[in-house]
């Protein structure tokens, strides 16, 4: 049996194992042997947080992979390791515990996106109705295409949801149709646009100073509105905390091995902002440098994993390395 594993300690043996859906009794044999801090299972992910044994026999027998963790993560491990002490049988943790560790993993993550890219300044655009209608027309399409429809939308003076609303929806079409879908595309901008006059008088900051579980439903009430572009206008129009999760986020989390590839959308929402503090500004980069990463390096097909700067902490490069096939 091959374990996945995170060495969270430079001193003590602590590490964090990374347990793709086992059954439950090889978690509850690690508790038995008085290893485990705590095993926290979710229809994400199950980790197991042990100190292990220093003894050749006791690493053999859990085959233990030695990856680097971030420095956040240490700390933390070191925290827990210094009360137990080296030798020592761990004593079994809180779920908090687990929690803050898998926390302290994410924060590293993005310390590591953010000293490889640097701040993204996303999302690009002058106002809250802006980041909307761009986050409309960027589904299912690359943002260069957007940014040509956004052009040709402002040079017409139709860059706002009351322009769009009163403009024939051919016209709509004719300035939107770099971004694929084109068509019921302008029909979503209308509905929208609809939806903004009936209900809130056309006031967008009305609409956005909702509550943001209040504001999301109310998005997501609207035709052409999904889960994706609910969270883009909550975290990027209304700035308010809500995680965007996109087909780069469940590329690069499952590749790196913290998430489920067949996990829903809620899910994996659920998972982020169960782990991470509630903060625009963090969301905001967060998922800016996530899009930056599976844009260039993190690709669909022929991953670039040597100049990733998640190498170290991705189990999904070290099979893509060790491929012998011509990629």
Not at 156 to 161: D, E
Not at 211 to 225: F, I, K, S, T
Not at 240 to 262: C, M, N, W
């Amino acid at each position: 049996m091959h374990i996945r594993a995170l060495r969270v300690h430079e001193e003590y043996p602590l590490f964090l194992l990374l347990l793709a859906d086992p059954s439950q009794e090889i978690v509850e044999s690690y508790i038995r042997r008085g290893q485990c801090f705590v095993a926290e299972r979710t229809s994400l992910i199950v980790g197991v947080y042990v100190l292990i044994d220093t003894r050749p026999q006791t690493v053999e027998l859990v085959n233990v992979k030695e990856t680097a963790m971030s420095e956040q993560a240490t700390t933390t491990a070191a925290q827990t390791a210094r009360a137990t002490g080296p030798g020592k049988p761990a004593q079994r943790r809180s779920k908090g515990h687990a929690e803050g560790l898998m926390t302290a993993h994410l924060l590293g993550i993005y310390e590591r996106l953010f000293t490889h890219y640097g701040d993204r300044r996303w999302w690009p655009a002058d106002t809250p109705e802006e980041v909307i209608i761009g986050a409309i027309l960027v589904q299912n399409v690359a943002w260069k295409n957007v940014e040509t429809a956004i052009a040709r939308l402002r040079e017409k003076g139709w860059l706002s949801l009351c322009a769009l609303r009163e403009t024939a929806i051919e016209e709509v079409e004719e300035c939107i149709v770099s971004t694929l879908y084109y068509r019921m595309k302008a029909r979503k901008l209308q509905a929208f646009a609809a939806m903004v006059e009936t209900e809130f008088a056309g006031d967008v900051g009305l609409m956005l100073a909702l509550p943001a579980d209040e504001l999301r439903a109310r998005l997501l009430a609207v035709w052409g509105v999904g889960p994706e572009t609910a969270d883009d206008i909550i975290l990027y129009a209304a700035n308010q905390p809500s995680f965007v999760i996109d087909a780069y986020t469940r590329r690069i989390f499952s590749r790196l091995g913290l998430t489920d590839d067949k996990a829903t959308y809620d899910e994996l929402r659920a998972f982020f902002m169960r782990h991470l503090t509630a903060d625009v500004a963090l969301y905001n980069q967060y998922h800016a440098l996530i899009d930056a990463l599976g844009h260039s390096l993190c690709l669909k097909k022929r991953p670039r994993c040597r100049e990733c700067p998640l190498r170290a902490l991705c189990r999904s490069a070290e099979y893509q390395e060790a491929d012998p096939r011509p990629k």
